[in-house]
Each structure stands twice: as C-alpha cells, then as structure tokens.
C-alpha cells in the first residue's frame, strides 16, 4: 500500500502547493495593479479642493481668482461656484446654463454628497461660504455608504468569518475529495499492483468507477483461469507421467540387476534408470512449485524441533548412502535448542534436501557438507555449508535477487539446477523468511535460512 | 516370506506384467493379478491371498472402494500403489485401513523392501531371533542371551531395540527414538534416552563403552548393526 499513499500524499501536497502559488499570484497581480495605477497618475486623479479653495479669495468685496485655479478647472473640465449661507452663489466660473443661482438648505443637503442635476459635485468649507466643484456628468461615480457604528464592527467581522469560512469549507471540500477519490481509486490501484504480481482479486462492481473495476475483474479472472488451466496441464502432466515412469524405472533396474546380461547392456540400464530417476524428481519437484506457486499445497504448521529436522534430513541422506568422496555431518549445532519452530515439515525438510542435494549436484568432485541451526530471538537460522567451488560473483548476485531464479540453462554451461533453489525460495517465503547465499573463503558456498517465528500462536 | 500369495491390482496390464516379473525374480512365486476393482474383489473372495499391491485410480470401482470391500472381512496388508501423490490422497489410504502407500514413479528395490517389511510385520515367523555381535536377541520373549546369561528386557528397552531392529543399519535419528518411547511430545527425554541405549548395551555389548552392535552416530542418533549384515 505504500505506493499509493504515497500517491495520494503527492496529490494533497500538490493541491495545497497549487493553492499557495493562486494566493501569491493574486497577491503580486493586486501589486501590479496599485502600482500601474499610480504610475498613470491615479494619486493626481482626485481633485485637490483644498488648494482649489485658497486660490479664491474675497478682496475690497470682489473674488479674486488665482489664474492656477482656472487652470485646475480647465484641466478637469468642471465648474465652481461659491454659495453664500443663504444659499445664494457669490461666485461662479463655467457654470453650466440652467443651474440655479439660489439653493435652499434641503437642495444644498441633497447635492452636497452625489450629484446637482447629474453633475457630480464636492463640496469644500470655504472662508466666505460652500465652496461647489461640479464635474461633467458621466466622469465620477460617487456612492455614499452610511450604517450604524456597531454594525461596522459586525459587518467587518461577517466579512472575515466569510472569508475564513469559505477558505475552510474550500479545504473541507477538497479533503473530502479526495478521500472520495482516495477510497475509489485505492482497491483499483490495490488491484493493478496485484495483478502486477500475478495474484488475483475481485473488486466490487458499483460506483463511478464500476466500469474501471468490472474491467479488473476480468483481467484478473483471465489471470486465474490461465493460471488454473496451467497448474491443472502441469498437474495431469505430472500424474500422466507417472506410470509410463514407473515401468522405465522398472524394466531398466531389471536388466540393470540382471547378471545373465551382457555388461554392457546392464551399463546402458543403469544410465536409463538414472536419467528416469532424474526425470521422477523433476515431475516432483515440478509438481510441488506449481502448488507452490498457486497456493495448491496444503500448509501444515506444527511446531517442530529444529535439530530432529535437520538430523532426519541428514540421516536420509547418509541412509540412501552419501556418494564417495561427500561428507555431511551436523556442526557447531546448538543441542540445547529448547524452543519449537513452528512451520510445515515436509516443506522444511524438503527446504533442506534441496539445499544439500544443490551442493552435492554442483560439487561433482565432492566436498564436505555442514548443516547447523541455532535459535537467536525467536529467529531460527539453518545454515548449509559445503566446502566445494563455490559460485561466481556474479550469479550470487542473482541467487540473492529476491525476484528471480536464475537458471544456468542461460547463465553458464554449469550443470543443471532445476528446480530445486526455485522450491526453497518458495517455501522459505510460505514461512515469511529469507534466504542469503555467500562464498566461503577460501571456497565453497553458505546458504542462510531465518525462519521468523510467525506461526506461534 | 517367499511363498506368500500377493494380489497385485492395476489399470495398466504392462506395469502388472512388469510388477510379475520385479517379484518373480526377487523369489516370490505366488503373483496374481487383476485388472479391475471388481475382478480384484472376485479374486480377493475366491483365492485369499496374503497381501494385496493396490492401485487407485481404475475404471469402475477405484482403489479406495475396493479396500473398503476387503476391509469388511479381512486384515491382511494392503499396499497402495498410486500416481496419486497428494497428502490427502494418503491420509485417505491410511484412513481406510491401507498398510503403506507408494506413489508412482517407484523403484522396484523400494516396492520390493517395502513389500518385505509389511509381511515380516504382518506374518511374523514363529521365533523372531536376532543375531548380534556379542548377544542374540529373542524378540517374543523380549530377552538377550550372551555367553551363559540371560536378560531380559525392560518394555522401554524392547521398544527401542524393535525400532532398531526394523531400521537395522540405518540410522534411527533422536528425536524418532523418543517418540517411539514417548509419543508426539518428546521433548526433554533426550538424557532419558541415553540412560535406555546404555543399559540396551549394558545386556547387547561384550564391552558397553566400545559397542559394535548398537553405534552411536554423532549429533544425529543410533544404529542397530546385525550380525552377518553389510556394514
């Protein structure tokens, strides 16, 4: 499952990323804008009534007018007029025609914040009376905001809390998603990894992404049914071979055994019966990684004592007699090993044939083989030792490559492994262990089997 | 053990003729052979024979119904000889009252000491008496003849010594011996074990603490060597 938080874990961190860079985007934008504005004069946009209103000035009962104020007017294309406290206008400049020279108080009222018949207006406290700027209509909005103070407040925190809100039910909406997303993708991608390995699955065939999931399904049950097909071809193989075996063993002993024959026909029995013996383990040991590999073969744990295991192991061996010049002993044991293991002993025993049969087959000339076990935190280490040539860099390299088997078919013209280092990868992985190979200095081979206690109930 | 009569039952009429010929040159003289359930069962009825090679899967009645069959009225050894390998199949077997069971492709030597042990086990001669080194052992009377004493044997002694016996130059591990004194929970007699195997040598072995007979093999068990056999 590791990938796919891992996906997930990207795709929030991504979102939120994406979120952080719209918020400094905006924020450099409104930058953008303030400046521009104020490049193009926006702070010189405003009228300056104050200054527009020192430059009138009442002297011996005439208004005189700085010619600068004219100047400001012509620039703005607006009118002024000054109106007296009775309302009536002592002075004017460009006002337009049919405007009134008298206003009462209510039309001073009304005009003094927006608009005198569609002309905006400001308005500035002049020494001789209300100083009246009038602009063309059209060229100035003018809004006028008024609410009671303790609404201020309020509505400056409505403000904030929407604001609040909405970026925290933006996130809600977004986690939830995902999760959405998260909870349909996660069997889909759960599966697509399990039909990496070879395994099979069914996902439930609802939702938005049924059709995804049916197409899964099918691809998955096409994957058990090849599979099916093929362990059932390599079981009835296997069966089917058994007899015609069983009499080539048995006529080739025969002559074999046989002293009226001639020794050379007796030699050429031998070689059959050894090559069908050859061929009576290959259909076993096919037989027992398919199972292995579909999860076809029973797994009987018990707790076992490790020490009689690998004493059986030896004592089969040295009972079906050792070829000359091998030499197998058990060494540098542990004997006061009082814990159980608890796994399958005919896998475990099988686990150990094939490892010593492996140094027997690959050292023609003989060498001496050591098996031990010891017992280290509920970890159980079997370990095979021969004394033989050992294996190139190289091919250790890929024997201890958890995904692949290599086969010297391809590898070197060594002899042949068949399947036996398959089978004990196999079924060290049924009983969650792992397995190492090492050269021994000055040569032969190590093999290393922990056996974690998983089973123990 | 030559002259007992053997059934041998199979599909297949060239591995009975081959099965024929493996026993008649081993010595056994009295080899019949059927190829059917039914025609087995015929045979079984009409001519008793001492022990039955039985396959399991054949047209008809199969193997494991024809072992019921005899099993209604006979206890004589029943070996099945099958192609089907699986664990279950063989608990099957010994569930249904099978002596042994042997899966294709075989040996003919295998079938053959298999086929020697069950009737040893089932038709045993009238005195079973085993030759050592130093001693001469008689299984009926659980007891050890050496020179002009006699012992006999404790229970404990006689049923590590049968065990021995019947893996007589093999080596018999441990573990195998404890159980076949204690059962499936063993663990913890080893030293118990030690004590039994000497006082065995202290009755079997002119000098127990350089035994010829009853050899011990390092770190894995024991090994019963009889008298005249191949070491």
Known sequence: MKPIDRFFRRYILSVIGILLLFFVINIVLIGILFLTSYLNGVKDSVFPMERFSNLIEQKNGAFAVDPEANDILAQTDAWAMLIDDEGAVIWESGLPEGLPLKYSASEIAMFSRWYLKDYPVKIWNHPNGLLVVGFQPGTISQYYISFKTRYFWLVLFICLAALVINIGVMIFLFLRNTRKIETAMRPILAGIQKLSQGETFHLEEKGELAEINTGLNHASDYLAKKDNTRAEWIRGISHDIRTPLSMILGYSSEIEDNPDLPAATRRQAEIIRKQSEKLRTLVADLNLTTKLEYSMQPFRIKPLDPLELIRQVISEFLNNGLPEGYELELSGTDTDIKTFLYGDNFLLNRMLHNLIQNSITHNPGGCQITVSVKMDNRICTFCVADSGCGIKESYLALLNNDTSIPSSQTETAEAEHGLGLKIVRQIVKVHYGDIQFSNITPHGLKTEIHLPDKFKG | ?231
């Not at chain 2, 569930?95 to 003919?108: M, S």
Request: glycine content about 6%; overall charge negative; proline content about 3%.
């Open chain 2, 1 to 231: 053990m030559k002259d007992k009569s053997i059934l041998a039952v199979d599909d297949e009429s060239e591995l009975l003729k081959m099965l024929q010929s493996v026993f008649y040159r081993a010595g056994y003289t009295k080899i019949t052979t059927a190829s059917s359930g039914k025609e087995a069962l015929a045979i079984f009825r009409e001519n008793q024979p001492d022990m039955v090679i039985l396959d399991v899967m054949m047209p008809g009645i199969d193997g494991f119904t024809v072992l019921k069959e005899i099993r209604k009225t006979s206890t004589i050894p029943v070996l099945m000889l099958t192609a089907r390998g699986e664990a279950d199949d063989k608990f099957l077997g010994f569930e249904n009252g099978a002596d042994d069971y042997l899966i294709k492709p075989f040996l003919p030597k295998e079938l053959l000491l298999r086929v020697q042990a069950i009737l040893n086990r089932a038709y045993p001669e009238k005195e079973r008496i085993v030759y050592l080194e130093a001693s001469t052992v008689n299984l009926d009377k659980a007891e050890v003849y050496r020179g002009d004493e006699v012992f006999s044997l404790t229970a404990k002694e006689f049923t590590l010594f049968e065990k021995l016996f019947e893996n007589s130059g093999r080596i018999v591990t441990t573990g195998s011996l404890c159980e076949t004194v204690c059962g499936e929970f063993w663990q913890g007699y080893e030293n118990t074990l030690v004590t039994h195997i000497r006082h065995l040598r202290e009755k079997i072995e002119a000098n127990p603490s350089k035994p010829v007979s009853l050899l011990t093999v390092k770190g894995l068990g024991y090994r019963l060597h009889i008298k005249g056999a191949e070491k």
